[in-house]
Structure formats: structure tokens, C-alpha cells
């Protein structure tokens, strides 16, 4: 087996490393595994590879999510929830950067996604931070931290994909996700906050009850979308993909017959990209298909089960073992990827440790979230900090009381699983 799993993953490593494609470097990982083992691999389980990789209908629920999260961007919802928020809270010393923390929180609600978050704020908030005086360093690790909100509340891209992949129902996952990430936004909050006392940053005159109330009518619209994923799911009025559809179909009304910012033009655009977007994810979805029928076919699961259970059978020292490795992993690989090698070997270890699936996927989705924002790599960082025009490594500096205040509550949710338990235990149950 060392020697299968050596030239799997050594193969994907090496390409990754060189800078090419994901799904291209797992393709090529598993023409290498084929080469070399190849009366291991029949040739019709790698067309069925490929094709099993999407046989779930649910996957589709990527492509809505993507979509409304792309709508609410392009047709001014985000610019009316920036308002609101900052009608709220820019009167707070270091007001500005709790804007940032509760737009992604709000935002999170549609998009699902920690790119399309930190692009889309980001290139609002940024530049106004930095006009009122806030470092640029700063302004991208507040960016960068916020969102990772955004696949924790629901709707989360990476747990539809969890969902999937550990065969746990979507719904379920979601409600899960609530409580953990409002959590993750207060304890930003609280970090905001105290370091901008400390640095005495500023704060915006207060707006007056005036404009806090017309900038929540201007955004109640959209502040209704996360309201109707959250009973669509809960009523069992719809389905996870169903609940996508009408969350793309609600964001489109909102922007073209209400705010009236979007056009034909516009939509044929945002129909490109997320088109691009999604194929992105899908694709290395399909790939992963047949790597992870290399995976189960080569026991490895199995394996490692017996080895942690030589080591220790506490679900909560096994769920922080498996955290550390998606942290670790998330580093330097994507989300998809990530969840499509890991997950299917960390599953049945769960289960012989007695592991709630549920729980499970809430701790793997924001250890990997933590990973995007962690040296070496830390793709949001390299995203925000080239927004804010500020050295990467001046970035990482800033970001780590924000780390330090997610890591806190990490170790919280994998020692209380009922902060994530008990929301879809009341609702769901």
C-alpha cells in the first residue's frame, strides 16, 4: 500500500507544486496509478469513475448557489448591505472593519463561497478603509478573516460537498453550520474591536435614525434571502438544490425588478462566470470520482481506522487529529480537492469512533477555512493583500489575533459538539 499511495500522491504533489491545474494534477496521478498497477484498475471502472463523481443530482445546488451569490454582487445588493451595516456599526471606534466582519457575515447567507466573499467586500472595503486611515496590511487580514464566515452559515458550498461525499444530509449540515458561524463573527467582532481601541482607529459620525432607517429598508430585500434558505430547508418546503434555485431566482427579481441594477448584459456575464466558476469545482468533482475509488479499493480507510483506534478511541482527540489535517492540508489545497481525497478515508474512522457526521463536517469545513488564512500558503491572504496593494507576509502579521480568536473556537467546537448539535436537533428532530 506505501508503495500505491506514494505514487498517488507523490504524482499529484509533484505536478501541484509545479503550478498545474488541480483536476489536471489529479488526472495525471491516476494515469500514473493506472500505469503502474494497472491490472488493478479495469478499464470500465475509470469511465464510471469519472461518470459516479457527479451522479448526485445535488450538485447542481453548487451551480444556484454560485448564481446568487453572483446576482447579489452585480445587481446592488451587496452595496445595500454595506449601507445598512455601516448605518449600524461605523460609529464604533475602528467602525469601518466591524462593517467588514458583519457585510460578510449577512453576505455569507447567499454566497456560500470564501472567494466570491473576500472579492466581492474586499474590493468595496478595502479601499475605503484605507482611505480612513487603516493600514492596508490590516484591511486585508480583516478581509481575509471575515471570510472565511462565508461556508460555515449556510448556504456552504463546502458543505454541500461534505454532504456528499460522507453521504450526510445537506439540510442537516446547514442548520449545524448556524450557531458556529454567527460564533466566528462575534469573536472577530470582539478582536476588531479591542485591537482598534488599542490603535485608536477611527470612527464615522453616527448616520442618526434616519439613515438607519432608510439603509434597512433599502436592504431588507436582501436581508429576506437567508430568511427563505433557512425555512425552505427547515419546513422541508424544498430541497438543498431546490433551495438554490429559488435563492437564484429571488436574487434576480430583488436586483433587476426592485434595485433595478441589473441588465441583460450584466446577467449574460455573471451567466459566464459562474459557468466557469462552477466547472472549476465540478470538474475536479468528477476527477475525484475515480481517486477516490482508488482510495477505497486500496483499504486505506481501513487502515487508518485500525491505527488511530491503536492509538485512541476518544472521539474528541480523533476529531482534533482529523482537524489538524484538514488545517494543514487546507494550506495548500483548495477546499474540492481537499474534501474529495480526505473525507472519503476519514469517514469510516468517524464512524468506528462514534463521531457525529454532523459535527464532523462543521469542525472539517472551518479547519479547512482556517487553512486558507494560515502560512504557508493561505489563498485568501493572497487574495486580499493583493486588493490592499500590502507586502503578504505584513498581512499574515495582522491576521493573527484574528487566527488566535478562530483557532479558540475551533478547540470549542470540537469539545462541545452540541454548539453545533443542538440547532438542527430543535428544528430538524
Not at 358 to 381: K, N, Q, Y
Request: net charge neutral; charged share 5%.
Amino acid at each position: 500500500m506505501i508503495n500505491e499511495l506514494s505514487v498517488l500522491f507523490g504524482t499529484m504533489l509533484i505536478f501541484m507544486v509545479a503550478g498545474v491545474p488541480v483536476f489536471f494534477c489529479m488526472a495525471i496521478a491516476e494515469i500514473a496509478y493506472i500505469a503502474v498497477f494497472w491490472p488493478k484498475v479495469p478499464l470500465m471502472v475509470v469511465a464510471q469513475g469519472f461518470v459516479l463523481g457527479l451522479n448526485n443530482y445535488h450538485f447542481a445546488a453548487i451551480v444556484f448557489f454560485f448564481l446568487a451569490g453572483e446576482i447579489m454582487n452585480s445587481g446592488g445588493i451587496t452595496k445595500r448591505l454595506l449601507r445598512f451595516t455601516g448605518a449600524c456599526f461605523g460609529h464604533i471606534h475602528g467602525g469601518l472593519s466591524h462593517v467588514n466582519i458583519l457585510a460578510s457575515m449577512v453576505f455569507a447567507g447567499v454566497s456560500g463561497s470564501s472567494m466570491a466573499d473576500a472579492s466581492s467586500i474586499g474590493a468595496i472595503m478595502v479601499p475605503a478603509m484605507k482611505r480612513e486611515g487603516y493600514s492596508g496590511a490590516y484591511a486585508a487580514a480583516v478581509t481575509a478573516a471575515s471570510a472565511t464566515i462565508g461556508p460555515v452559515i449556510p448556504p456552504s458550498i463546502p458543505l454541500v460537498l461534505f454532504g456528499l461525499f460522507a453521504m450526510t444530509p445537506i439540510s442537516r449540515l446547514f442548520i449545524a453550520g448556524v450557531i458556529p458561524g454567527i460564533l466566528m463573527g462575534v469573536f472577530l467582532l470582539i478582536t476588531s474591536y479591542l485591537i482598534s481601541r488599542a490603535r485608536k482607529y477611527p470612527a464615522t459620525a453616527w448616520v442618526g435614525f434616519n439613515e438607519l432607517a432608510k439603509s434597512m429598508l433599502g436592504s431588507l430585500a436582501a436581508l429576506i434571502m437567508p430568511l427563505i434558505i433557512i425555512v425552505g430547508l427547515v419546513g422541508g418546503i424544498a430541497t438543498v438544490t431546490e433551495v438554490g434555485a429559488i435563492a437564484a431566482a429571488y436574487a434576480l427579481i430583488v436586483s433587476m425588478l426592485i434595485y433595478r441594477e441589473l441588465n441583460i448584459g450584466k446577467l449574460w456575464q455573471i451567466f459566464c462566470k459562474v459557468g466557469i466558476d462552477a466547472a472549476k469545482i465540478l470538474i475536479i468533482v468528477s476527477i475525484a470520482g475515480l481517486f477516490i475509488w482508488i482510495i477505497g479499493n486500496m483499504g486505506v480507510a481501513r487502515v487508518l481506522s485500525t491505527w488511530i483506534g491503536s492509538i485512541t478511541s476518544d472521539p474528541t482527540l480523533v476529531l482534533a487529529l482529523m482537524a489538524v489535517v484538514l488545517l494543514i492540508g487546507g494550506t495548500v489545497m483548495d477546499p474540492v480537492t481537499l474534501f474529495a481525497v480526505f473525507v472519503p478515508i476519514m469517514v469510516p474512522t468517524a464512524a468506528a469512533v462514534g463521531i457525529n457526521y454532523t459535527h464532523m463536517g462543521v469542525v472539517a469545513v472551518l479547519s479547512t477555512m482556517l487553512g486558507l488564512i494560515t502560512p504557508p500558503v493561505g489563498m485568501l491572504v493572497f487574495l486580499t493583500s493583493t486588493q490592499a496593494e500590502a507586502p503578504v507576509h505584513h498581512v499574515f502579521k495582522e491576521l493573527i489575533p484574528f487566527l488566535g480568536a478562530l483557532f479558540l473556537l475551533l478547540g470549542a467546537l470540537i469539545i462541545f459538539p452540541q454548539l453545533s448539535l443542538w440547532l438542527p436537533e430543535l428544528l430538524l428532530d
